[in-house]
């Protein structure tokens, strides 16, 4: 609403500000009522329908601290009549939005000539303790219309006993300060004075004339000064002790130094082939083939050979793997990606009894990466932590963005880098767009990312960043950058998927004899020849085995799930 709202519109050309003026009553509970004329010039019958007040709330003291005044709005009228009014979050404070909100084609213009708009609100956290005085401070220029300077005047009712304090600022040159009753001040600005450049104007009381400060208000009063800096400091805390102890994970070395064979148990030979590789497109064959060999070991099926040729008859019996059948336990006994490359076996036109491997592992590659893939995440766990950060970053961003006024440009800039991405993905990955799509498809792609992109580029580039704002988009900015740094370090190994590649480099080690591993036996032999198969040094643990066999003085050895050629 705001991008078309403030595209049609120029308040300069169309409004005024020919003067304003504040009655500010102080209370002896150190709060006060501030009620601000404006005299507004309308100068065009189309116009906006509507004038912003900005009314400041953090404000810097002549003593150095910043502060955050307490503030509600009471009342707001146009014309001594009330007006509909909307109210918007900045650094400095609120942006109250009095008249109509509408674009130029609207009806709800405001009347050529002059018409005053009245702003009425509360203000708290006007005193403050120095020793045994205590020093009530007023920001000198209140509201303000449109960032336009004119002359405005200023009347004080303040509690008796009050003195005026000589700033630390040169004031003469700022305003003038004149008494015009015993408990009454009048302060006049002139035009072209900026709200946020006039010192503030500060009266001393003796102590108790106000109401005594309690330890808790202090407290909260702290709390809220410093809100917007710890939150803008705490996302990227957040995300750069995540990325740090997620670097000293990847860091240490792996404690694996012998096979872990718990760990063969637990993993289908078509991981391990994918995880020796480093997820290589290579890996897809030697994958099938593993699996293809644990199903013969596992008497699943007979095979001529391990290699591409091979032929596979006297499949597992379809019966047999249905609810209440004997077998239907060993079965699910395989790895999903086994039982998922026995399917696609089955599912090819036998020749006799006979089918062909290879046409089978031509038809089964996309599915068997998924299911080695899906395998491999389970073992990842689930990552609590990653999803706590990127939430606590996430929050803590919208709330910055929504109390620094800077909502609408942060959710442009998350447009145009999630825009920006999915450009990259498409000109990295054409394949995912080159399938059939449909007008709406093609309609979203190429017309309606585009015009949002165009879109949020407008706003950014027309929307004015005050210099208050400046220090809170660059946190804000930190946030982004700290989101996608959890998402990046994220999608890195754990240290239980690391130690799983570092047991199959192990195990290569072992098939080629150059460590010590578990005794061999038939049974050693054929567990482990799926994941031989895998890793490819099938042919040199055969030869181990066979050289284990002479040494056994075992003259044959005729697996029954080898079939002849």
Request: hydrophobic share 45%; aromatic share 10%; with cysteine.
């Amino acid at each position: 609403m705001m991008v078309v709202l403030t595209s049609c519109s120029n308040f300069d050309r169309e409004f005024t500000v020919r003067s304003a003026n504040s009655t500010v009553e102080i209370y002896t509970d150190g709060t006060a009522f501030v009620s601000e004329f404006f005299d507004i010039a309308v100068k065009q019958s189309v116009n906006y329908g509507g004038v912003y007040v900005d009314i400041p709330q953090r404000f810097t003291d002549a003593s150095g601290g910043v502060h955050w005044r307490d503030f509600e709005l009471a009342a707001a009228r146009r014309d001594g009549r009330d007006e509909y009014y909307s109210r918007e979050n900045n650094v400095p404070g609120y942006a109250i939005y009095i008249g109509e909100e509408h674009c130029k084609d609207c009806s709800a213009n405001l009347p050529t000539g002059l018409t005053k708009i009245q702003i009425a609100y509360w203000l708290g956290r006007l005193v403050r303790q120095e020793g045994d005085r205590e020093v009530l401070f007023l920001p000198a220029y209140m509201g303000r219309v449109h960032g336009q300077a004119a002359k405005k005047t200023l009347t004080l009712k303040l509690p008796p006993g009050g003195t005026i304090r000589p700033s630390q600022q040169d004031r003469e040159a700022a305003y003038d300060i004149m008494r015009s009753a015993p408990n009454e001040i009048l302060v006049s600005i002139p035009a072209g004075k900026g709200d946020r450049a006039l010192p503030d104007i500060e009266i001393e009381y003796p102590a108790g004339t106000f109401v005594t400060i309690t330890s808790g208000k202090r407290v909260e009063w702290w709390l809220s000064d410093h809100f917007l800096p710890f939150i803008s400091i705490l996302g990227p805390l957040i995300a750069g002790l995540f990325v740090l102890f997620r670097w000293q994970g990847w860091r240490s070395p792996a404690s694996l130094i012998a096979v872990d064979i718990k760990m063969t148990k637990n993993i289908s030979p078509a991981l391990a082939a994918y995880l020796f590789r480093n997820w290589k497109k290579d890996a897809a064959k030697a994958a099938f083939m593993a699996s293809v060999c644990q199903l013969a070991v596992k008497r699943m099926l007979r095979i001529s050979s391990l290699d591409e040729d091979a032929e596979a008859s006297s499949l597992f019996p379809k019966q047999e793997r249905k609810k209440g059948k004997p077998g239907r336990s060993r079965w699910y006994a395989l790895p999903a990606a086994t039982r998922l490359v026995f399917g696609h076996i089955e599912g090819q036109r036998p020749a006799g009894d006979r089918r062909r491997v290879v046409l089978a592992r031509r038809a089964s590659r996309d599915e068997l990466h998924k299911a080695v893939a899906g395998e491999y995440l389970k073992f990842r766990g689930k990552d609590r932590w990653s999803s706590v950060a990127i939430f606590s970053i996430l929050v803590m961003g919208i709330v910055l963005a929504w109390f620094s006024g800077l909502l609408l440009l942060s959710t442009a800039i998350c447009g145009i880098l999630l825009l920006s991405l999915i450009a990259v993905m498409a000109f990295l990955h054409p394949e995912r767009l080159s399938g059939q799509t449909d007008a709406r498809q093609a309609f979203t792609f190429f017309v309606t990312f585009p015009g949002l992109a165009i879109v949020a580029l407008v706003y950014i580039g027309t929307t004015e960043v005050i210099s208050e704002q400046w220090p809170y988009l660059m946190a804000i900015l930190l946030h982004i950058a700290g989101i996608i740094a959890v998402l990046a370090t994220s999608r890195r190994p754990t240290p239980k998927q690391r130690q799983m590649r570092s047991n199959m480099l192990i195990l290569e080690r072992y098939f080629r004899g150059e460590i010590d591993g578990p005794v061999m036996s038939v049974e050693c032999y054929e567990h482990y020849l799926p994941f031989a198969v895998a890793l490819d040094v099938e042919q040199r643990w055969t030869e181990r085995f066979n050289l284990w066999r002479e040494s056994e003085k075992m003259e044959t050895y005729a697996p029954d799930w080898r079939s002849s050629s």
